[in-house]
């Protein structure tokens, strides 16, 4: 089945710094690889999606990049904030079939006042 | 509130017991998932349906769990004599998938605490 790993298990930035999180994926299978945030206590909401047809994607501080080849994709987080204090978890599942998302361990992001 | 419920949201219980878990999913949403997530760890997928019927089961999911969605619509989750290793978030998924679409949205989670 499909292994995501997750690198750095923790990082700290100081606000208003770039946070980058980094994932590998090991099924080439896999083309759909969404991000997930997850505050203390409460749900894992998806913050920014991709799908394999493309290699980035933006939303407002938000981006993420997509390597195929390398199996490889990142969070890219601008201008942070201490609002985006949390855990982030990427995952990865094929569109088709059962879809079912295979995550990886999470990172813990601290952004400094 | 138009998201994903589930209920309750902690259950502590002592070994050996039964416990019940409810999901309602997003309303016409055709797929629900149950996941589980331990301390530090991320959701693992344990199940999931497509409308009523229980297209695949992981193999974290032993003999004394039990999943339903009897008419497409909320799910059900049971574990029956709870083992301590059993204590963990569930949390259910659910989504509307076409070909293109499958963006999963989480419901809060059942806190299992077995003592």
């Known amino acids: 089945g499909e292994n995501v790993e997750q690198h750095p298990s923790t990082l700290s930035v100081q606000e208003g710094d770039s946070a980058v999180i980094k994932c590998t994926y090991s099924d080439s299978a896999s083309n759909y690889f969404p991000w997930y945030k997850q505050e203390l206590g409460k749900r894992p909401q998806l913050i920014i999606d991709i799908r394999s047809n493309v290699g980035e994607k933006k939303d407002q501080r938000i981006a993420v990049t997509l390597n195929k080849t390398a199996k490889h994709f990142s969070l890219h987080i601008t201008e942070t904030q201490p609002e985006d204090s949390a855990v982030y978890f990427c995952?990865?599942?094929?569109?088709?079939?059962?879809?079912?998302?295979?995550f990886g361990k999470g990172n813990q992001v601290v952004v400094i006042p | 509130d138009t998201g994903v419920s589930q209920d309750p949201r902690h259950k502590i219980t002592k070994r050996g017991q039964n416990v019940t878990f409810r999901c309602d999913p997003i309303?016409?949403?055709?797929?629900l998932y149950w996941y589980r997530q331990t301390l530090g760890q991320g959701p693992e997928f344990l199940t999931y349906?497509?409308?009523?019927?229980?297209?695949?089961k992981s193999r974290l999911l032993s003999d004394r769990f039990s999943a339903e969605r009897p008419k497409g619509s909320f799910s059900t989750l049971e574990i029956q004599r709870t083992e301590q290793g059993d204590s963990a978030m569930y949390l259910c998924a659910s989504s509307l998938t076409t070909d293109y679409y499958n963006e999963q949205f989480f419901g809060p989670g059942t806190r299992l605490t077995v003592l």
């Open positions: 349906f497509q409308n009523e019927a229980q297209l695949e």
């Open positions: 309303s016409e949403h055709n797929r």
């Open positions: 995952a990865a599942s094929p569109l088709y079939g059962n879809n079912r998302l295979a």
